[in-house]
Nanobody, 126 residues
Framework: QVQLVQSGGGLVQPGGSLRLSCTAS????????MGWFRQVSGLEREFVASISWSGAGTGYKDSNKGRFTISRDNAKNTVYLQMNSLKPEDTGLYYC???????????????????WGQGTQVTVSS
């Protein structure tokens, strides 16, 4: 079992920045590919960014490239999502996800992940 605890998020004006964190615990948290997904009410979760277990591989939704940065600190079992130049359309409930014992690749499909965080709200509004 893996437990994912998220922090960060909140209300920010357009053009602002936020950093989300997701800390994993549990004996199977090692070698876990990690991802971030966004959900807007009534819609499916959409891919935001992902990172391989070593950090060597990353992936981003096209609209997030150049604005968002995903990183990880494996000593702390924590993955981060730095979001800059935020837009109103970035608003949503953000979830982190983990796939333990993964190949060293960034995974983009939500169905491939095994564990999910509790979600944290990001609202971009003036």
């Amino acid at each position: 079992q893996v437990q994912l605890v998220q922090s960060g998020g909140g209300l920010v004006q357009p053009g602002g920045s936020l950093r989300l964190s997701c800390t994993a615990s549990g004996h199977t948290a090692s070698r876990a590919a990690m991802g971030w997904f966004r959900q807007v009410s009534g819609l499916e979760r959409e891919f935001v960014a992902s990172i391989s277990w070593s950090g060597a591989g990353t992936g981003y939704k096209d609209s997030n490239k150049g604005r968002f940065t995903i990183s990880r600190d494996n000593a702390k079992n924590t993955v981060y999502l730095q979001m800059n130049s935020l837009k109103p359309e970035d608003t949503g409930l953000y979830y982190c996800a983990a796939k333990p014992f993964s190949s060293d690749i960034a995974i983009t499909g939500p169905d491939e992940y095994d564990y999910w965080g509790q979600g944290t709200q990001v609202t971009v509004s003036s």
